[in-house]
């Protein structure tokens, strides 16, 4: 967030910055912050005197409290934090101080367990809304039509992580009310208000939505409306205690006057990009920015601010949020060229871009994009509107592509991606923790899944030793578990770049995990080393693991530095995990490999893909997962992707710098999983996916199995992942194989370096399949139990020691979902493991056609396979007869967020002055 820049403000330069850390008071904040004033006056030549500080703002909604304390604190004007006021920010406390005072106030109820709201839920009409009652904009806020959903929003609620960060600890539930929705802007100094500008939501029902929402209009101060919105805001501010700086309130006008819906004490959001228009509208002199600023630091300028906003408005003008009425992937969008060549275009903020997904907008989240428009003439105005009315009617907004067959291979992660916009140009490819939506159900009366089936016993000396663990996510949490487990220490060594989102990918089945110590790397290898030892102290580093697939790489040139177990980085094997040199790498060592070319530049694989059949497969060579796989059928659409290949970010953050293009493997897919230690491998598991035709797609994945260790095929595919693996010199740690049986024999698709990820979901079911290990268990052993490993079978047992699969969730409808019945049957099944989806009440579900539409994955396992069989009969019958969800009429967010959804894409008019 703190890169969160506008446009129009990217040459915005601090003169220090100042970090307020955990366990601070006041005074310690207030001797950090003139210690810095003083440190930047000295760079500059200045003396110790040389800055005051004259005024503590709050930059935005998560600053509120802290500006309040501290300007109180300081002695400088401020809103105080004593009393009732110190929670001013609470939207309970809004409305009771809001009642106190005699206003219209909402019927509500809040909490922190749902029985504090239970007696109001089932006495209030509905809808109702359901939102924390500390947030920012439109984080959490939802309108539930029934008590069960109004029960699971809650519930929901005290799970995710708030958009400003930290994580929810009260709901509140309040009466929904009916009406026009407002915006009334005001900035204030020593209590008195200046109104800045009013503004009212475009809303209409399309799509099957009731509330879309198309723009924000302001509103004349001398209106009707307007009368009675402004003295009854500042009323509120009155109530609340906010005598100083700006506020943004949301109220709506309801058959019995206005009602606020909250007060946000700090400026008007969505990146200032309405402060052109709002300059215009009153003249050209001002807008809650400047007048912001007066309020703090110039009170005879304060003071020379109009009441209100001149009538009439000095402009004609609005925000307009553009609704799509079609679907697809965009190949081109000529309708946003014409909005920038009109005359009225101040500037536009796509929330698409070309090969994202479009599909139709039915609430603010699947606008996309908004624009501003302004105009001295009316009638010019009222033209550009209707022009884009035009343009969104008859499509034409995108021109899209047809859309190719994806070889998305399924992960934990692959999931209930539903129609949300990516803030980036971004694949369709979402990690767990980027939704928080997601819904992890494990089964809790199944005593045979809880703890490990065989007990691992630590050395004598494991309390003196430590492990490192490179970027543990996903799987690596649990090798990183297992490895405390066992009575050692874990350091966990985050690699530069990755991102702190990445960092909480905790799977469900790890519960909380803390580290003894977490470590950064460094500038150079040296510096990393050094770090760890630091971090170790008295502990002995007996080992260095790849705790994902991002951190591979250093855990191999870590290892080596360390002298621990390693599989090396020397050579053409500092690149092992290059697709590219996997596939030379086996080529050479005479095991049978994939047709390919790569580059840098298209002109390097420009040959191979005029030769190649069709259809071929482009990736980047340095990824993970489905990261970026795309099958392409013609060479127009193969060099497309090679391009845009170059402008997305990796999953696992940085950008991709080589991509590779391969000849298309026809046949069976299977996955082999491994544990290697000092060149010897032994084989964890084989499986097979379930593909099927569905829905007019060719390959719909509907599962993944266990393939029988004494079957012809996995004893074709262990031996040549063993023959992969010694071709790679993977001589320790787990593989994940990703191989094709060809007609000619198996094929590798790539060597994951690391274990297998999908949050470690199927490790209850593999440990059932051998009898008591996984490759979880089995890579731990490799590094630090040589003798449990030496007794691991090479292969798994057969015939195995339980029945079960992991079964993907196909929908063979769309629409959205009012309920999820579906997932009550499959939690009652008698072999129910473990449910994932991020499919939920309130999303819009597709027909799967490929991994992205699947709508969630479940795990199945019994000792009888007659069990197994009949509960997998029972989820496709749920699919076919499209029980799995109820559909019904969208209930859309209610909150009108008008942040920039992609500021990259951003354009501003060059006769607009931000």
């Keep these: 967030m703190k890169t969160h820049v506008p446009v129009s403000c990217r040459d915005l330069k601090y003169v220090a910055q100042v970090q307020d850390e955990e366990g601070w008071d006041l005074n310690d904040l207030e001797k950090a912050v003139k210690a810095t004033a003083v440190s930047a006056a000295n760079k500059i030549g200045r003396g110790e005197d040389y800055y005051t500080i004259v005024g503590c703002i709050a930059g935005g909604e998560a600053g509120v409290d802290v500006a309040d304390a501290f300007s109180e604190h300081l002695g400088v004007l401020s809103n105080g934090a004593k009393g009732d006021f110190a929670n001013r920010r609470d939207k309970k406390v809004q409305q009771e101080l809001v009642r106190s005072a005699g206003l219209r106030a909402v019927r509500q109820a809040c909490g922190e367990k749902f029985e504090d709201v239970e007696e109001f839920l089932k006495s209030e009409s509905y809808p109702v809304v359901l939102k924390p009652t500390d947030s920012a904009g439109s984080d959490g806020v939802k309108l539930c039509h029934t008590y069960e959903e109004a029960k699971a929003h809650f519930a929901y609620l005290l799970t995710v992580e708030a958009v400003n960060g930290g994580f929810n600890t009260q709901v509140l539930c309040q009466e929904f009310l009916r009406g026009n929705e407002y915006v009334i802007d005001h900035v204030s100094r020593n ?177 996309p994009g908004c624009c501003v428009l302004m105009n001295s003439d009316k009638a010019v105005l009222q033209k550009d509107l209707d022009f884009i009315r035009y343009l969104e009617e008859i499509n034409g907004l995108f021109v899209y592509e047809t859309k190719g067959a994806s070889l998305a291979r399924p992960t934990a992660a692959t999931f209930g991606l539903g129609t949300l916009p990516e803030g980036k140009k971004l694949h369709r490819r979402a990690m767990t923790i980027d939704r928080p939506g997601m819904l992890r159900i494990m089964s809790s009366d199944r005593p045979e899944l809880r703890g490990g089936l065989m007990k691992r016993f630590t050395t004598i000396d494991a309390s003196k030793e430590v492990a490192v663990v490179v970027d543990p996510y996903s799987t ?98 500092a690149n092992r995990r290059d697709k590219k040199v996997q596939q030379e790498l086996i080529a050479q060592a005479g095991i049978r490999s994939v047709r390919q070319a790569a580059g840098k530049k298209f002109e390097d694989v420009r040959e191979f893909l005029l030769k190649e059949e069709y259809p071929v497969v482009l990736k980047p060579t340095d990824s993970a997962g489905t990261d970026g796989v795309k099958l392409c059928h013609d060479f127009d659409e193969a060099r497309e992707h090679f391009e845009n290949l170059f ?114 979901n199927w490790r209850p079911l593999a440990r059932a399949l051998t009898g008591g290990y996984s490759q979880v268990e089995s890579t731990v052993d490799a590094y630090l139990d040589k003798k449990a490993f030496a007794i691991t079978p090479t292969t798994p047992p057969s015939p195995a020691r339980a029945f079960g699969q992991e079964v993907i969730l196909v929908s063979f409808a769309s629409g959205e979902v009012v309920g999820t019945p579906g997932y009550d049957v499959i939690k009652n099944l008698e072999s129910f493991v473990f449910l994932e989806t991020g499919v939920s009440v309130g999303s819009n579900v597709e027909h799967t056609v490929d991994l992205l539409t699947s709508v969630g994955s479940a795990i199945l396992l019994h000792s009888d396979e007659e069990v197994v069989k009949r509960d997998i009969e029972t989820i496709r019958a749920l699919e076919k007869n499209n029980e799995l969800f109820e559909f019904g009429v969208s209930a859309t967010g209610l909150r009108a967020s008008m942040s920039t959804l992609n500021l990259s894409k951003m354009t501003i008019s060059d006769n607009v002055n931000m």
């Design 647 to 760: 402008e997305v970010e990796a999953v696992n953050g940085g950008y991709n710098t080589e991509v590779l293009c391969q000849e298309f493997l026809r046949g069976k897919e299977y996955v082999v999983d491994t544990v290697s230690r000092d060149g010897e491998h032994k084989c964890m598991q084989v499986w097979c996916y379930d593909k099927r035709a569905a829905n007019g797609a060719a390959f719909v994945y509907f599962g993944m199995l266990p393939v029988d260790s004494a079957s012809s095929e996995a004893k074709l595919l262990m031996n040549y992942a063993f023959r992969v693996l010694d071709a790679l010199e993977m001589k320790n740690g787990p593989g994940h194989a990703e191989i094709i049986l060809t007609a000619s024999g198996p094929c590798l698709v790539e060597m994951n370096c690391r274990a297998q990820g999908g949050d470690g």
């Design 191 to 367: 209590g008195v208000h200046k109104t800045m500008m009013v503004w009212v939501y475009d809303k209409r029902p399309r799509n099957g939505s009731q509330f879309v929402y198309f723009g924000m209009i302001p509103i004349d101060p001398m209106s009707e409306e307007a009368k009675v919105l402004i003295p009854y805001t500042r009323g509120v501010l009155d109530a609340l205690g906010m005598v100083h700086g700006p506020s943004h309130g949301e109220v709506i006008f309801t058959e019995d006057g206005p009602c606020l819906v909250e007060m946000n004490c700090r400026a008007h959001g969505g990146d200032g990009n309405w402060a052109p228009l709002a300059r215009a509208l009153c003249g050209g002199k001002y807008c809650q920015v400047e007048a912001t600023a007066d309020a703090y630091l110039d009170e005879d300028e304060f003071n020379k601010l109009p009441d209100t906003p001149p009538s009439p408005l000095q402009a004609h003008g609005l925000e307009v949020n553009l609704v799509s009425y079609s679907k697809g992937k965009v190949k081109s969008m000529p309708g946003f060229d014409v909005i920038k060549k009109l005359p009225s275009f101040v500037w536009l903020s796509p929330a698409a871009s070309i090969g994202s997904e479009v599909n139709f907008t039915v609430d603010l989240i699947s606008s």
């Design 476 to 573: 690596g949490c649990l090798i990183a578990k297992e490895i405390q487990n066992r009575g050692y220490k874990v350091i966990a060594l985050w690699t530069k770049g990755f991102s702190d989102e990445m960092k909480l990918h905790v799977p469900l089945s790890c519960g909380k995990i803390t580290y003894h110590a977490e470590v950064t790397e460094g500038d150079d290898l040296g510096e990393t080393t050094r770090a760890l030892y630091t971090a170790a102290g008295q502990l002995r580093i007996v080992c260095c693991i790849a705790g994902g697939e991002a951190g591979v790489d250093a855990a191999d040139l870590l290892s080596e530095r360390l002298q621990v177990r390693t599989n090396g980085a020397q050579g053409v094997f």
